[in-house]
């Protein structure tokens, strides 16, 4: 019923920049927060960036200064715009999103995820 669709991901230089976006669709009432989720091998899933709804941010402490997340409501879309990357940041980022289903209860919701690797 719900579907986040994730693109913008690959491979990138260190000190190069990324874009990364994801789409919500389906049956949605309200969207309450989006937010970027990260994981790399053999690591746990960690937060990167969210954004409610209201436009207030949270980040990651490795990231703050160089990663910035925004919002088209309008577009159910979440955007995550990454520069100066460092090979530490190569993972897999997953899209999540805190929304209302038509008709139905509040959840959380993942994308599928998209590779991003930074390596000269």
């Known amino acids: 019923q719900v579907q986040l669709v994730e693109s913008g991901g690959g491979l990138v230089q260190p000190g190069g920049s990324l874009r990364l976006s994801c789409a919500a669709s389906?049956?949605?009432?309200?969207?309450?927060?989006m937010g970027w989720y990260r994981q790399a091998p053999g690591k746990q899933r960690e937060l990167v960036a969210a954004?409610?709804?209201?436009?207030?941010?949270n980040y990651a402490d490795s990231v703050k200064g160089r990663f910035t997340i925004s919002r088209d409501n309008a577009k159910n879309t979440v955007y995550l715009q990454m520069n100066s990357l460092k090979p530490e940041d190569t993972a897999v980022y997953y899209c999540?999103?805190?929304?209302?289903?038509?008709?139905?209860?509040?959840?959380?919701?993942w994308g599928q995820g998209t590779q991003v690797t930074v390596s000269s």
């Open positions: 999540n999103a805190d929304l209302s289903v038509v008709g139905g209860p509040r959840g959380d919701y």
């Open positions: 389906g049956s949605i009432f309200s969207i309450h927060a």
């Open positions: 954004i409610t709804s209201g436009g207030s941010t």
